[in-house]
């Protein structure tokens, strides 16, 4: 969905590093989700954020941490990146009043 | 959903027959669920969604089915085309009041010409 942009699309880099991974939306969505998705496997919910001043921990938020700088953008960071952190992460975004997540085209994280 | 981390199952179908898909979820206090489709290098995107309350809804060319009774979701996909092969999320919103929704597994469907 181009109102869901992350970037960078693609990153390779070194054990130990720091990254931060950005989404950013203009659907004008309170909501907004960080997911991890491993080859051939479904969907994992990272961290996510029901408003500007709320952040919650999903299911695999170890490793990981987040911040919501405003409304439109949500930041994911691997303070120190380790190989099996190798994946698929997406973005995803929702409204107050609906269930449905419209999803970002996704960034392709590789740890060496 | 399903346990999320399982290794996808495939399901393959010859073009223009009917694929049914189907997933089991967890918490009987689930009030929301939903089907996304998710190709090749791309973001999961929605195909249709349904309320505890509804036991079938139907869109173009797919209908999905809730039974409450075994906690069971399917997705039926008509007269199957090949743009139609993806892999395929249920997702269910577990019914508390911060709406985060669970992934299934997901399941892997090949569409044969």
């Known amino acids: 969905d181009a109102d869901v942009t992350q970037t960078p699309r693609n990153r390779i880099t070194k054990t130990g590093k720091r990254i931060m991974l950005e989404c950013s939306q203009t659907k004008g969505h309170d909501r907004m989700y960080w997911y991890r998705q491993d080859p051939g496997l479904g969907l994992q919910l990272i961290y996510y954020s029901f408003d500007v001043k709320d952040i919650n921990k999903g299911e695999i938020s170890d490793g990981y941490s987040v911040s919501r700088q405003a409304q439109a953008k949500f930041s994911l960071s691997l303070e120190s990146a380790i190989p099996n952190q190798t994946a698929l992460y997406f973005c995803?975004?929702?409204?107050?009043?609906?269930?449905?997540?419209?999803f970002g085209p996704g960034t392709r994280l590789t740890v060496l | 959903g399903e346990s999320v981390g399982l290794h996808l199952p495939t399901l393959s179908v010859q073009e223009g027959d009917n694929s049914i898909i189907n997933c089991a979820y967890s918490?009987?206090?689930?009030?929301?669920f939903i089907w996304y489709k998710q190709e090749s290098g791309k973001g999961p995107q929605f195909i249709i969604d349904i309320r505890s309350n509804m036991d079938k809804r139907q869109g173009q060319r797919v209908t999905v089915l809730l039974n409450k009774t075994v906690k069971h979701l399917s997705l039926q996909i008509a007269a199957t085309q090949p743009g139609d092969s993806a892999v395929y999320f249920c997702?269910?919103?577990?019914?508390?009041?911060?709406?985060?929704?669970?992934f299934g597994s997901g399941t892997r469907l090949q569409v044969q010409p």
């Open positions: 918490n009987s206090a689930s009030d929301y």
């Open positions: 995803a975004t929702s409204d107050l009043h609906h269930n449905e997540q419209f």
């Open positions: 997702a269910e919103n577990k019914g508390t009041g911060r709406r985060a929704l669970t």
